[in-house]
C-alpha cells in the first residue's frame, strides 16, 4: 500500500510538507516546536513548511493564551489539491496548440547570415565556477534545469554563493526545475524563502543528461559532472529563445508546489 507521504506528494506537496501535515494530523494541535520534535525537523524548517500549508488551506491557526497552536484542516481539505490539477491540466491542454505553433513559426524563420554563434568551453573546477559566477552577477533571468545533488558534491560553495549574489544581484529572478533528491527537497526549501527565487520538482520520467542547463542573457550554459568536471556556453539568440520556450512549456506542465 503506498505511503501516506507519498501520496500526499502526488497531490502536489513537497516531502517535508507531506510529513508535517501527516504529523500534525498524528498528534492533534498542538505548537511549532511540539510538531517540530514529533517529526524530527528542524523547527525553522518545520515553521516555514506550516506557513505554507496554511497558505493552501491544510492547516488552521487557533490562539490558547498567550500562544499560537496550529492544528491540521480535515484530510477531505485535500480534495481541493486535485481539482487544482485538474485545472492546470485542462488550462495546459487549451495553450497546447497555440505552443506548438510558435514553436513551429520560430523553427520556420529564415535565419540572417549574419547571425553568429559564439561556443566557449570551460575544463575543470575553477574554470567551471567561471560559469556560475557570470550567470548569477550578469543574468536578470535565469531559467535552469538542475541536479541539485551532483552540482552541491562538486561545487557545496554554490549555496552561499547563491544566496550572495541574489543580494548583490537584485534584479535576478530564477526559475529552477530539480530533480527529484534530498538534497535538492532542502536547499529549495531555503532558496524559495526568496521571492525571486522559483522552483518545481521535476517528474520522474525527466533525466537530465547534463548536471546544469542555465538559460540566460541569450546564453544557454551546460554544465556536465557525471565524469568529469567540465561546461559549455553558447550564445546565439534563436537558441535562448527555442531553449527558453521549451523551459517555459515545460515549467507549465509541471506541477505548481506553492
Known amino acids: 500500500m503506498k505511503k501516506i507521504t507519498d ?14 501535515y501527516q504529523g500534525l494530523c498524528e498528534i492533534g494541535s498542538t505548537t511549532v516546536k511540539n510538531l517540530s520534535d514529533h517529526i524530527g525537523i528542524k523547527r525553522i524548517t518545520t515553521h516555514f513548511n506550516v506557513e505554507n500549508l496554511i497558505t493552501k ?3 488552521a491557526q487557533t490562539v490558547h493564551g498567550s500562544r499560537r497552536q496550529i492544528i491540521a484542516e480535515p484530510p477531505e481539505r485535500l480534495e481541493y489539491l486535485i481539482e487544482q490539477k485538474e485545472k ?14 510558435t514553436l513551429q513559426l520560430d523553427l ?3 535565419k540572417s547570415h549574419e547571425q553568429t554563434v559564439e561556443v566557449k568551453y570551460y575544463t575543470g ?14 543574468a536578470k533571468e535565469v531559467r535552469s534545469y538542475v541536479k541539485m545533488d551532483a552540482v552541491s558534491e562538486v561545487f557545496p560553495e554554490n549555496f552561499e554563493l547563491f544566496s550572495k549574489k541574489m543580494k548583490e544581484n537584485p534584479n535576478l529572478i530564477m526559475w529552477e526545475i530539480v530533480e527529484k533528491s534530498k538534497v535538492a527537497k532542502e536547499s529549495t526549501d531555503v532558496f524559495a524563502r526568496n521571492e525571486r527565487y522559483h522552483f518545481k520538482i521535476a517528474h520522474t520520467s525527466i533525466r537530465l543528461s547534463a ?3 542555465m538559460i540566460y542573457n541569450n546564453k544557454v550554459a ?13 550564445e546565439s539568440k534563436d537558441f535562448y529563445e527555442i531553449s527558453k520556450e521549451i523551459f517555459d512549456f515545460v515549467w507549465r506542465m509541471t506541477p505548481e508546489l506553492t
Not at 573546477?125 to 550578469?138: D, P
Not at 551546460?222 to 553558447?234: A, D, F, P, Y
Open 125 to 138: 573546477k575553477k574554470e567551471v565556477q567561471l560559469i556560475y559566477n557570470e550567470v548569477l552577477t550578469s
Open 88 to 101: 492546470n491540466i485542462a488550462r495546459l491542454k487549451v495553450d497546447f496548440p497555440d505552443f506548438v505553433k
Open 222 to 234: 551546460m554544465v556536465n559532472l557525471s565524469q568529469h568536471v567540465s561546461g559549455v556556453i553558447i
Open 57 to 59: 488551506g491544510l492547516i
Open 108 to 110: 520556420s524563420k529564415p
Open 211 to 213: 548536471s546544469d542547463v
Open 7 to 20: 501520496y500526499l506528494q502526488e497531490l502536489g506537496l513537497t516531502e517535508i510538507e507531506a510529513k508535517v
